[in-house]
């Protein structure tokens, strides 16, 4: 005799999805890069709003490089972001202008740098006081000046005249302006962190295949109930409407919906999900035209129970697995159409950062050995965010499939 097994579905499917090492592998990295995208600018290197600080002077360095930054202090004040404020799409405003130098001295109360250029051979030369370097100074209300040989005086935003010694700032400034930044992932063309615009990436394709999935399983779930239950001419109109939608290219559809709305970030999200639902919808309703037939679908409608009880509570349980792997398979499909989207220009927008737009920025790099990598490493993300996502669906598929021991 088989030995009956204990649990819920729930817990059966849970149980088998552990065993798939393929699967629990592609769970892995997207909860990695769900983690990611919740952190948003806490973890990322370039902790600005989209990862969008960029200096010219040290665009398209290679993987690896270090770059001294001196931290000249902007003359405003700039609001300090709490951990909350920097999760998903947020960050923190540079309080710093970052400039990349390949030496310093100080002189009396200057200091003099030799500016870092990827570009030329020759380095320019820069003098900042160090007052400018250290703190946000009012200059419309009183210039920093110098008293004696020593001493330097200077004014701040809240009208506070301050003093300080020459040799506490030269202390400051090398303890806490000058740093050394290493670029793991290079730069791009703009002289952006490449790794950090890759995690702030991460975000776009999440939330555009989240969202997507989730209008797509609202309007596909219900159209499909609708048109499964109540069969008849409910049917005949919803498989009319599923076969006209059916029958145009998906990307065709996807693009007349952007350019009627208009381009931008939420857009996407809403043209690729009101396409997404007609497969959810044919397989919803073959699911639930098999189903309604069965003896204890009949029983409850003797029992007298409404509709909605029968469908909600004992059909649906039934057709959840199917879901639930449709969803994970529109999932990736979604981050594939986000990034071809705004490759083409008409998905997610400047200042927004999207794997899409990084590959169409640097794809005349694509020939160029030596600097390939700033059109591969978003490529490979995308490849890496999908595969990862089939390899769940994959498992999951298995997982809630009762036929597979």
């Known amino acids: ?27 892995f990295a997207i909860v990695i890069a769900i983690f990611i995208s919740i952190l948003g600018g806490n973890i990322r290197p370039d902790s600005s709003p989209y990862a969008n600080d960029g200096m010219p002077a040290i665009a398209r360095l290679e993987t690896g490089s270090i770059v001294t930054i001196l931290k000249v202090k902007k003359n405003k004040e700039v609001k300090q972001a709490n951990f909350l404020s920097q999760l ?3 960050g923190q405003e540079p309080t710093h202008n970052s400039v990349p130098i390949v030496d310093y001295r100080f002189k009396n109360d200057e200091i003099i740098v030799s500016l870092f250029s990827s570009n030329s051979m020759t380095n320019q030369i820069e003098r900042y006081d160090l007052t400018d370097v250290c703190f946000a100074i ?26 300080i010694s020459i040799e506490e700032l030269q202390n400051k400034i090398e303890t ?5 930044k290493t670029f793991w992932l290079g730069t791009d063309v703009q002289g952006r962190d ?15 295949g989240l969202i997507s999935v989730i209008i797509s399983l609202v309007i596909g779930v ?38 009627l709305l208009g381009k931008g970030f939420t857009t996407v999200f809403f043209a690729v999900g009101l396409t997404m639902w007609v497969e959810l919808a ?31 509570r004992h059909i649906f349980p039934n057709i959840i697995g199917s879901i639930i792997v449709i969803s994970a398979s529109n999932f990736a499909a979604a981050i594939l159409i986000e990034a071809g989207l705004s490759f083409l220009g008409i998905g997610s927008q400047i200042p927004m950062v999207s794997w899409g737009t990084m590959i169409e920025q640097h794809k005349s790099f694509i020939t160029h050995p030596d600097m390939a ?25 298995d997982s809630f499939d009762t036929r597979v021991d």
């Open 1 to 27: 005799m088989n030995k009956v097994k204990k649990g819920s579905i729930y817990a059966q499917s849970w149980s088998k999805l552990k065993k798939d090492k393929a699967a629990m592998l592609g769970l």
């Open 88 to 90: 998903f799409f947020g």
């Open 138 to 163: 009012d200059k419309q209300k009183k210039e920093p000046f110098v008293i004696g040989d020593e001493i330097v005086s200077y004014t701040t935003f809240k009208q506070e005249l301050k003093s």
């Open 176 to 180: 806490e302006n000058i740093v050394s």
């Open 194 to 208: 490449l790794l950090s615009r890759t995690m702030a990436g991460t975000i776009v394709s999440l939330s555009v």
């Open 222 to 259: 219900v159209l499909g109930a609708l048109a499964g239950y109540y069969r008849g001419r409910v049917d005949d109109f919803i498989m009319w409407l599923i076969n006209i939608v059916w029958s145009i290219p998906t990307l065709l559809l996807i693009i007349s919906v952007t350019l």
């Open 282 to 312: 044919r397989v919803v309703r073959g699911q639930i035209l098999s189903i309604r037939e069965k003896e204890y679908i009949e029983a409850g409608k003797a029992l007298g129970f409404s509709n909605y009880r029968i469908i909600t």
């Open 373 to 397: 990598y700033l059109a591969l490493i978003p490529g490979i993300s995308i490849i890496f965010l999908v595969f990862a996502f089939m390899l769940l669906g994959n498992g999951l598929r």
